[in-house]
């Protein structure tokens, strides 16, 4: 029997992120799992543009990740599924490799959007470091239009 009961899940507020909330609906109910939803607020450099500097309004993004989030909890929760959401703000494998120790999560789990190349040179893997440093396994699944169906669990 699946063992993990308690599944922190890392979305980025992108459709292609929620893909991995296809696959846990399957599961999480028939297992009695615990879904915490996880959104990270990366702190925004401050640029100088022409002349002007643009500062970072983390209240209104907080805001705004409350508003993503707290719905999809809610239909989780409609559907008979023990959820919950939290929002954090730094670097987000960082905060999600945190967030998964601090809430004594037996899963993360988290779509990838399957960079390779330059592209993730650029951009870095949130994805690749949380699966190389988690303490606890790793379900992926790529972006729909990336690779239709795909997953890894670690």
């Known amino acids: 029997m699946y063992s993990h009961k308690r599944v922190l899940v890392a979305l ?32 925004i450099t401050a640029p100088v543009a022409e002349g002007a500097i643009v500062l970072d309004d983390v ?11 707290a719905p999809i909890a809610a239909s989780l929760r409609s559907q008979g599924v023990d959820a919950a959401w939290s ?5 987000p494998a960082q905060e999600i490799l ?17 960079r390779t190349g330059l592209g993730r040179l650029l951009f870095g893997s949130v994805a690749e470091a949380v699966l190389r440093h ?12 990336t690779i239709a169906g795909a997953a890894t669990v670690r």
């Open 87 to 91: 929002i954090r703000r730094g670097r």
């Open 12 to 43: 980025d507020g992108s459709t292609a992120g929620e893909a991995v909330l296809r696959f846990l609906m399957e599961i999480a109910g028939p297992l009695n799992m615990t879904v915490m939803l996880l959104h990270v607020l990366e702190p």
């Open 134 to 145: 988690a303490p606890v396994p790793v379900f992926m699944i790529r972006e729909p239009h």
């Open 98 to 114: 945190t967030a998964a120790s601090e809430s004594g999560a037996d899963l993360v789990a988290m779509a990838t959007h399957g």
């Open 59 to 69: 209240e209104a993004r907080r805001s705004e990740a409350e508003e993503y989030l």
